[in-house]
């Protein structure tokens, strides 16, 4: 991991940090969306559960070669129907993702990383995990 890597986590971190505790019964997640160096675009998880971080974030932004830092996988499926994280960010043509935590959710656990790898997106899991974890509040 290269310094920007653990930079662009941290303040997804922060930014998930915003709703701690309003978003049940989903946990806290922070998205931070970078390219080309550059911060685009960045959301947590609205009060309620929804919308998810990554959905908010890419809205009305170009992430097309863009990297997104993530603070729990993406989701592989939505409980309410509809596009899940993962395949929102296939759509947006994003190239990396980096991600803190796995995340246990029958939702996710491990189906939204592999849908990222089998659009051929670099997914790197791990970088701050201990951190994002305690910002997370299952």
């Not at 675009?41 to 919308?51: H, K, L, M, S």
């Not at 899940?84 to 803190?100: D, K, P, Q, Y």
């Not at 796995?102 to 670099?122: H, Q, T, V």
Request: contains cysteine; aromatic residues 2%; charged residues 20%.
């Amino acid at each position: 991991m290269r310094s920007e890597d653990i930079q662009h986590m941290q303040r997804a971190i922060e930014v998930a940090c915003r709703n701690v505790g309003k978003t049940a019964p989903n946990p806290c997640v922070g998205c931070v969306i970078v390219r080309d160096g550059e911060v685009i675009a960045e959301a947590c998880t609205a009060v309620g559960g929804r919308p998810h971080a990554e959905e908010q974030a890419l809205r009305g932004v170009d992430a097309n070669g863009a990297t997104a830092y993530v603070t729990l996988e993406p989701c592989g499926a939505r409980s309410a129907g509809g596009l899940s994280c993962s395949e929102l960010l296939v759509a947006a043509g994003v190239t990396r993702v980096v991600i803190a935590c796995e995340d246990p959710s029958p939702y996710a656990s491990g189906k939204g990383a592999e849908r990222l790898r089998a659009a051929g997106i670099n997914v790197e899991i791990g970088l701050l995990a201990n951190e994002a974890a305690e910002a997370l509040h299952y």
